[in-house]
């Protein structure tokens, strides 16, 4: 330092000298050493931090020390490392049963449920004794355990077919990802060793990972013993080191089916035919009575296939095209059912001859055909001229064959054909149906049962095509022949129908043991119940509709010359679509003696209800009784459940429902016609249906149509008003606080309350519906009491 003195007269004492800093600071977890200001009084001095003990750095922590020794302008910051947490300034460890498995702001975490930290400063919690943590697990989820074993198993055996249910366990070890594992064992004799079953046996749909507690094992030795053992394993259970509990069920089998024939040789080979030669199966398990040739051109066996049966160990399989190449299959078949198919055995037949005719042979055979096709045509048109059909007995709906310039044009048609006409019924399954692999089906929950067995919904999976939602019906275990010939009869009937009012099949399962019909999945169920469901949901439009798709179905039933024999809402199904299919075409109703009965089925009992007289008295079931009952569905989607009926053959018919249009109930009538010729056809229903829904104001018309004379109607309600008032009907009915409305309107007598319709009920101020539909149905029931009660009925 240096001093100049230019002449003043002063003294110098003292001199200060001094400089500004900022003084060592912790900012955001990073310490900050002094630091020197600049030598500017503008100018900042860039620091940068270093992050405590047990922290790391986020971002660079950097501040600014100001001319005036102030920290300013903080950027960056540290964050206390994984196992401890920031407190004032400095980072401490996590406690004992604390954890934090990451660094970063958060203060340290609680370890979860069945774990624990064995020292401070933990990243993670260890899981307590037997509890464990999948690898997919984050460390703040719980510790868990496996599970128990399945409960409540139950297995059911049919032939070398055994189906094992269960339940979950109670113990699911604390998580949701719980599937089961079937392991299977066949043992010799009751207390003998037990081996691996083996990988013949299939397991349905699968034998590791089952979600469902349901499972069915096919291809089981006949008579032998098993031992079946259904683990519960979660995402845990492959790191316990503890064995694995399950639930156990030992079964025997009972007789079965034949097992494969191994060896199938090509004997010799034709143009047109093929000789096969076989060794019985090696295990026949009884008598066998015949054996199942299976044969198709190579790569069409989707297409088409055929069978033949012969009794010996050896076929001659002929008609076969020249010079193509089949594929063979064979099986046994006993008492107890069949075997599976050999394997495939490929044979191609022999070259055709080529043949060589003369000029002569030529013609001489053109003139035989001509010859033959002008005497058939002679024949047809004497026919028609001198033979033709009687009035009496031509169907109004026959196509004829029509004759141009001297040809004849026969019309294409199509016939139902009855399966129990079949010497062997399974061959008019094999010939209508097609069948389906169990592996395409897969069943997700079960949507009704009966008698024969239960019907499930489930997805089917066809080669080449979308999934498609499927009603699937399948047969009971523990069924007879009989039984199963029965159950498929129907769908050999189903696979004759191709109509979209008509329920579509998509095929059968015969070659497994759970034995399944597979059709169109109908969303809402049975008509009845849905329309129940649904009550005053639907304008008359909307119901028309519905009649007009169950009508058209018929039609085309009809057509084909098949009769329903039980044509009511219960057995109409309703898709989400609102559009009505015709469904239940089993066969085997016999009407019991008893008028009042019901056809017996085999699948329970029909109400006589809806049945045509003549097929009451005389057991005559035709298209017309199937016209009798296509009202059916109409009285049962407009009216409530009434009295049973026991009066059909004396005349009596229902009145018109409530809100029932004129129109509506005059067609059915119509169809309740007793004299089966003068019902009408379902082509003239559906065209009456058609001109409703076309013509909208002729549904507008209410009222019942009933055709007696006013002096009857008078005379008898004299006789049935001298002895009760509108006030006591009133009363029976429940409803007497509606005296005061009935009497403001005038109407003191039940001659005159018989007369009303609905217009008149809501005239009186009486608006609840259930209290209109009560009173119209009183007075429906009266007028049906008068008609009873006044001389013989008539036919309406």
Not at 209 to 215: H, M, T, Y
Not at 346 to 356: F, I
């Amino acid at each position: 330092l240096a001093f100049q003195d230019i002449g003043a007269c002063i003294a110098i004492v003292s001199v200060r000298v001094y400089y500004k800093k900022c003084p060592a600071t912790v900012r955001n977890l990073a310490s900050f050493s002094e630091a020197v200001t600049g030598a500017d009084s503008s100018s900042l001095v860039e620091v940068r931090g270093e992050c405590v003990g047990h922290s790391e750095e986020r971002d660079t922590p950097k501040m600014y020390c100001s001319a005036e020794g102030e920290w300013l302008v903080p950027i960056g910051k540290c964050v206390c490392s994984a196992g401890y947490e920031e407190q004032r300034d400095s980072c401490m460890a996590c406690q004992l049963g604390f954890y934090k498995s990451a660094p970063g702001d958060q203060l340290c975490a609680k370890c979860p449920l069945h774990s624990h930290s064995e020292s401070r400063a933990a990243r993670v919690c260890r899981c307590d004794s037997s509890f464990y943590r999948a690898l997919q697990d984050p460390p703040s989820a719980a510790c868990t355990r496996p599970p128990s074993a399945p409960v409540n198993l139950i297995s059911s055996v049919n032939g070398t077919s055994v189906t094992l249910e269960w339940g979950p366990p109670l113990d699911k070890g604390g998580r949701a990802d719980v599937v089961y594992n079937v392991r299977c064992r066949r043992c010799a004799g009751d207390a003998g060793p037990c081996e691996a079953c083996g990988s013949s046996i299939r397991f349905v749909p699968q034998q590791m990972s089952l979600v469902r507690g349901a499972l069915t094992v096919t291809n089981l030795l006949a008579h032998t013993n098993y031992s079946f053992w259904v683990e519960a394993v979660n995402g845990v259970s492959d790191l316990s080191l503890e064995s694995r509990r399950a639930a156990v069920a030992n079964i025997t089998t009972n007789q079965a089916a034949p097992s494969q024939v191994v060896v199938v040789h090509q004997e010799s080979t034709g143009q047109n035919s093929v000789t096969l030669l076989w060794q019985e199966p090696d295990q026949p398990n009884g008598i066998i009575l015949e054996y199942e040739i299976k044969y198709y051109e190579k790569d069409k066996e989707m297409q088409s296939y055929s069978t033949l049966k012969s009794k010996s160990t050896t076929a001659t399989i002929s008609g076969l095209k020249p010079a193509t190449r089949y594929i063979f299959q064979v099986r046994a078949r006993t008492s107890a059912g069949c075997g599976r198919f050999s394997q495939t055995v490929e044979v191609e037949t022999g070259k055709p001859v080529s043949l060589r005719y003369d000029t002569m042979t030529i013609v001489w055979i053109c003139l035989t055909l001509i010859t033959g096709l002008v005497a058939l045509l002679v024949v047809l048109i004497c026919k028609k001229r001198h033979c033709g059909y009687s009035k009496a007995f031509q169907d109004s709906d026959e196509e004829k064959m029509h004759y141009q310039n001297g040809q004849v044009k026969f019309p294409e048609s199509k016939f139902y054909v009855d399966p129990h006409t079949y010497e062997d019924p399974c061959q008019a399954v094999r010939e209508f149906t097609r069948e389906i692999e169990a592996s395409r089906i897969k069943i997700e929950k079960v949507i009704g049962s009966g008698e024969s067995g239960e019907v499930c919904y489930g997805r089917l999976k066809l080669p080449g095509k979308r999934e498609i939602p499927v009603a699937i019906k399948a047969l009971k275990a523990g069924y007879t022949e009989k039984q199963r010939r029965d159950f498929l009869s129907e769908a050999s009937i189903m696979a004759q129908f191709d109509h979209p009012n008509v329920i579509h099949l998509e095929g059968v399962v015969t070659r497994s043991k759970l034995v399944m019909i597979v059709t169109e999945y109908m969303e809402n169920g049975s008509l009845d119940t849905f329309l129940r469901k649904h009550d005053g949901q639907f304008t008359i439009i909307q119901l028309v509709g519905m009649l007009r798709g169950i009508g058209a179905g018929m039609r085309y039933l009809s057509d084909l010359g098949y009769v329903h024999r039980d044509l009511a809402a219960r057995n109409i199904l309703v898709n989400s679509n609102l559009v009505c299919k015709v469904s239940d075409f089993g066969l085997s109703r016999i009407l019991e003696d008893d008028p009042d009965a019901a056809y017996t089925t085999t699948g329970g009992k029909i109400p006589i209800r809806w049945t045509a007289p003549e097929a009451i008295a005389y057991r005559k079931f035709s298209s017309a009784s199937d016209q009798h009952g296509g009202a059916a569905p109409s009285s049962q989607q407009l009216v409530p459940p009434l009295q049973v009926i026991n009066s059909v053959e004396e005349g009596y018919r229902l009145p018109a429902p409530m809100g029932c249009p004129s129109s509506l109930h005059q067609l059915m009538l119509d169809c309740w016609h007793k004299e089966r010729g003068e019902r009408p056809r379902f082509a003239h229903i559906v065209g009456i249906l058609d001109k409703l829904i076309r013509n909208p104001d002729s549904l507008k018309s209410t009222g019942t149509t009933y055709r007696f004379t006013q002096a009857r109607l008078d005379r008898g309600l004299l006789e049935l008003s001298s002895c009760l008032t509108v006030e006591d009907w009133l009363d029976s009915i429940r409803l007497g606080h509606y005296r005061d409305n009935f009497a403001m309107a005038g109407y003191s007598s039940l001659g005159m309350v018989m007369r009303m319709n609905l217009e008149d009920v809501r005239s009186l101020g009486i608006t609840m519906m259930g209290h209109q539909k009560k009173i119209l149905n009183s007075i429906q029931a009266m007028r049906s009491q008068l008609l009873n009660t006044n001389g013989p009925r008539r036919h309406l």
